[in-house]
């Protein structure tokens, strides 16, 4: 795709990682997150509309309490507490000197996976930028239960590139903009292979694609690997992804401007349903279903709805109503879908047909365990 065209976006979503937003010494870069402002804030008077994702509240608390390590829940959510308002005060500072507003937004889980909180979200963000404010997003470290609560078996983000990524899909955002510090996707590792080859675009966003990602960065949760589970979820619903470099100066303007920065990760046309995004990308997963090769078959290719007939296993525990995860026979989730009863009563009816439901529970709401229109294919 033509970098003219691929630039072109009314609604963008920027996330800047944490090793970015710092220098060397380990201390914030203020001349760094000042040139951001101001390119996003050229943006927004030339009537684009921005999101930030941001990272860094627990390193700038590591920092002010002279920490080693922030090693363990409890002292990065203290560390998060008191770094938190340090960084909004960057932005508000900065934004301001452009003559713009700065939206705080603190988010856990239970924001997105919870759906009329989800859909409080998106009501309000959508309005803030109608009020031409910059909203400023990040992870609510402080109280975020993701690594507390071991009852979570999947949670809808653990890092700020999958928030990224859950923001610029809900909100039909046109581009996200991932600056790491990275120069984009390599064909291999460019830290232990010197002949490495940066991939300037990426049609699709395949598993050949995602093994090339690697772990997480020194001082940030994400990595490679899930800056590519981020492209692949917003590519999907139709937007474009760009993973480039922070550190070059002046990076947002430059790519703006139409110069060859970074990997362009380009649009698909699945077309999700607004629904069927939130069932498969936003919600925390508990319970899970293991189903037969015939089930899945029927599932994804024929796009059935889930009948108990098909079902092997379930897995955990869970309410009607409840976003499940539905494996295959070599416990491969593939699938989630909002299922039609609890747990127990799956259970009594697994493997049988649709036809004995009342039989067996005494009741029968639905003859499927998960209707078609209720299921998103991963």
Same mark, same amino acid.
């Given at each position: 795709?033509?970098r003219?065209?691929?630039?072109k976006?009314?609604?963008?979503? $920027? @996330? ?16 760094? %997150? ?27 608390g590591?920092? *002010? ?29 900065? $934004? ?62 653990s890092?700020n /590139? ?7 899909s ?10 790491? /510090? ?17 991939? *300037? ?11 090339m990602? =690697? ?20 590519? *999907?619903?139709g ?21 060859? $920065?970074? =990997? ?23 319970? @899970? ?19 108990? %007939? ?8 869970f309410? @009607? ?41 005494? $009741? ?7 209707? *078609? ?6």
């Amino acid at each position: 795709m033509d970098r003219q065209e691929f630039i072109k976006a009314k609604r963008i979503v $920027f @996330k800047f990682g944490t090793n970015i937003l710092r220098g060397d010494d380990g201390f914030v870069s203020l001349p760094r %997150i000042y040139s951001f402002i101001e390119d996003i804030s050229t943006l927004v008077h030339d009537g684009k509309e921005a999101i930030v994702i941001t990272s860094g509240a627990v390193g700038l608390g590591k920092k *002010r309490l002279n920490l080693e390590s922030t090693s363990g829940t409890a002292i990065k959510q203290a560390c998060a507490a008191i770094g938190q308002s340090k960084l909004m005060s960057i932005y508000e500072n900065g $934004f301001d000197t452009y003559n713009l507003v700065a939206a705080q937004i603190l988010l856990t889980e239970d924001d997105f996976s919870l759906r009329k909180r989800y859909l409080s979200l998106r009501t309000t963000l959508n309005k803030l930028l109608e009020l031409g404010t910059v909203p400023v997003i990040n992870q609510n470290d402080t109280v975020s239960t993701a690594e507390i609560n071991e009852e979570y078996e999947q949670v809808s983000f653990s890092d700020n /590139d999958k928030l990224s990524a859950l923001v610029a899909s809900e909100l039909d955002a046109d581009l996200l903009v991932i600056l790491s /510090d990275v120069n984009g996707l390599y064909d291999k590792n460019p830290k232990e292979n010197p002949d490495a080859k940066i991939i *300037r675009e990426v049609d699709e966003v395949t598993d050949e694609i995602c093994a090339m990602g =690697t772990g997480a960065s020194d001082g940030g949760r994400g990595g490679m690997a899930s800056k590519l589970d981020a492209a692949r979820m917003v590519t *999907r619903f139709g937007g474009k992804v760009l993973i480039a470099n922070g550190k070059e100066p002046f990076i947002i303007r430059k790519i703006f401007k139409g110069e060859d $920065f970074g =990997t362009m990760f380009l649009p698909q046309t699945e077309g999700l349903s607004d629904k069927k995004r939130w069932i498969g990308y936003a919600t925390n997963i508990i319970g @899970k279903i293991k189903v037969n090769a015939g089930a899945k078959r029927a599932l994804v290719e024929e796009e059935k709805s889930l009948l108990p %007939i098909g079902v092997l296993d379930v897995i955990n525990e869970f309410k @009607k109503g409840d976003v499940i995860s539905i494996l295959d026979e070599d416990d491969c989730e593939f699938a989630r879908g909002i299922v039609n009863y609890d747990s127990s009563a799956c259970r009594k009816v697994s493997g049988a047909h649709s036809n004995d439901i009342l039989k067996i529970l005494g $009741f029968k709401n639905y003859d499927a365990i998960i209707t *078609r229109d209720n299921i998103t294919i991963l």
